[in-house]
């Protein structure tokens, strides 16, 4: 079965940096599009940003965009998310997904099939 795990969340100051990995198995990753969501308290689960399965198109909240970069390594079966410039409201759960279909890019979080456990980002002021 598909598993996705996420790593790198932590505490940063605002202004700050931290990469977001999640590594993939149960298939071939290559295949499939991979998506970064967030969830703050008390509010509803976004899309941060997807890229596609070759790695070539990629899409970003308007919040993160210049700030928040998606990529992939196809070899490691891993996404990334580097993110700098970090800002209080940044402050979430994120968690990474995967559609059950090949090659489609979704941007709704319902079209994402497999979800990993989640890693708190915690931004202070």
């Known amino acids: 079965q598909v598993q996705l795990v996420e790593s790198g969340g932590g505490l940063v100051q605002a202004g700050g940096s931290l990469r977001l990995a999640c590594a993939a198995s149960?298939?071939?990753?290559?295949?499939?599009?991979m998506g970064w969501f967030r969830q703050a308290p008390g509010k509803e689960r976004e899309l941060v940003a997807a890229i596609s399965n070759s790695g070539r198109s990629t899409t970003y909240a308007d919040s993160v965009k210049g700030r928040f970069t998606i990529s992939r390594d196809n070899a490691k079966n891993t996404v990334y998310l580097q993110m700098n410039s970090l800002k209080p409201e940044d402050t979430a759960v994120y968690y990474c997904a995967t559609p059950d279909a090949r090659y489609i890019m979704p941007n709704r979080g319902n079209d994402y099939d497999y979800w990993g456990q989640g890693t708190q980002v915690t931004v202070s002021s």
């Open positions: 149960g298939r071939t990753f290559s295949f499939y599009a």
